[in-house]
């Protein structure tokens, strides 16, 4: 098996070293928490008034 022939499908390719697999696990969070942070900011923006209905304890109601 030359460098260009693709990988048969019953053989797994060779363990990654341990600084690739570091740099795939640090590229994979940097997304997921930028995805989340993306998320948040949407959440706050689009339903900003609903959000703080929401989380209000008394609900607007009078206690008298």
Do not use: C, F, I, V
């Amino acid at each position: 098996m030359t460098a260009s022939d693709p990988p048969s499908p019953g053989k797994r390719p060779p363990p990654l070293s341990r600084d690739a697999r570091l740099k795939a696990a640090l590229k994979a969070n940097l997304a997921r928490r930028k995805a989340q942070a993306r998320g948040r900011a949407a959440g706050l923006d689009e339903d900003d008034g609903e959000s703080r209905a929401a989380n209000d304890t008394d609900n607007g109601q009078d206690k008298g």
